[in-house]
């Protein structure tokens, strides 16, 4: 018999329940040394198992200290299974990494935005999440999960587990409160902090503010043409475009900037650190949630087990803590102690109606054409 139908058979009958786990591992295993070939589905013999280790990629710095300390290593302590760190700068650069990697070899990832979950979903890199072996889904807000079950059909590859805003940042020694409100999101544009602004080298933050300094709706925009000029303004003022979140925090810590967009919990940990930095939502601010995702071929079960480790309320909070995000915990259902309700972006209500967030059909559907222009304008065109 062909290996491929040997193992096709096996599959049907596992899935059809006509084998347990461990004999169904059995099988394809006997069957692989038998005829000294690496079956093309022995990708659910390693997911089935448990593995010696599991791949988690993150936003680096001050984040991934607050999961190390706070969620892998216990879970490592706990389960004898290793997490291997790895970061990224950006959310397209991770992808382009994905797609070009063998199945099984990233596992979990904290993605940003139900955009980039939808786009995993459609290049066929989601799972289907048991939700029985995450219980901690239960202390969830709820709106943050049901967005996810929206792009694929009631299921989830992922757990909700923070959010924040991407807000205006601005040393206070150089510019007042005062100042910054008034401005608002042209801050960002003013001629008189030329040199001293910078800004995140992001197609879709370029965007979102360039909506924002031209009275646009960031999620329905009328006059593109506008926004590129904005875009090419704050270009031509930027000292520089900045690319991770560690690179943030210095350029604003040594003062060669005096403003830029910035991430929430990125400018409470500069003020912890006891830099005199303001923050403001402006209007139509840009309001973000971030997930654990579980790529396709993944150890299932594994991944499961940390993903409820981390919705642990005690781990979630601690990481919250740490990286200065409010957890996707709902605070009608948990109490989130006296750090959390004082982040940036916190909502007491749980239901995050004051935040907004980008529509991600529509941010999806204008990627391609808007983000070659955009990098068009970051070369200078």
């Not at 309700?341 to 007491?348: E, I």
Request: aromatic share 12%; charged share 25%.
């Amino acid at each position: 018999m062909d290996n491929s139908k040997r193992y096709e058979r096996l599959l049907e009958r596992y899935k059809n329940g006509d084998l347990d786990r461990r004999t169904f591992l059995g099988l394809i295993g006997a069957a692989g040394v038998a005829y000294g070939v690496v079956s093309p589905f022995s990708r659910y013999a390693v997911a089935a198992s448990k593995p010696d280790e599991v791949r988690f990629d993150g936003w680096g710095g001050v984040v991934s200290e607050a999961f190390r300390e706070h969620a892998f290593t216990p879970y490592e302590e706990k389960t004898g299974i290793k997490v291997v760190d790895g970061t990224f700068g950006g959310g397209d650069e991770y992808l382009a990494r994905v797609k070009a990697s063998a199945p099984g070899e990233y596992n979990l990832a904290h993605l940003s935005g139900v955009f980039d979950y939808a786009r995993y979903h459609g290049l066929g890199l989601t799972t289907v999440l048991n939700e029985d072996n995450i219980p901690n889904l239960q202390y969830v807000i709820p709106k943050l999960i049901e967005v996810f079950r929206g792009v694929t059909d009631g299921k989830l590859s992922c757990v909700p587990y923070d959010y924040g805003t991407t807000g205006i940042a601005y040393n206070r020694k150089h510019i007042s409160d005062d100042e910054a409100k008034e401005k608002g999101a042209r801050l960002l544009i003013d001629e008189k902090y030329k040199g001293k602004i910078g800004g995140w080298g992001d197609w879709r933050t370029r965007i979102w503010y360039g909506a924002l300094q031209t009275d646009q709706d960031p999620n329905n925009a009328t006059d593109m043409e506008a926004i590129w000029n904005a875009i090419r303004t704050h270009r031509d003022l930027s000292l520089k475009y900045w690319g991770s979140g560690a690179e943030l925090m210095s350029l604003l810590a040594e003062e060669e900037i005096y403003t830029t967009e910035g991430w929430s919990g990125r400018i409470y940990a500069l003020r912890e650190q006891g830099h005199d930095m303001g923050y403001l939502d402006p209007p139509n601010g840009y309001g973000w949630q971030e997930c654990i995702f579980v790529i396709k071929g993944s150890p299932l079960e594994a991944c499961e087990e940390l993903l409820n480790f981390m919705l642990e309320p005690a781990t979630a909070i601690a990481v919250a803590e740490g990286q200065n995000y409010p957890p996707a915990l709902d605070p009608n259902k948990v109490d989130l102690g006296e750090k959390i309700p004082k982040l940036p972006a916190f909502d007491p209500s749980g239901t995050l109606d004051g935040l907004t967030f980008a529509n991600s059909a529509y941010w999806n559907g204008n990627e391609q054409a808007w983000s070659k222009e955009f990098g068009r304008i970051q070369k200078g065109y």
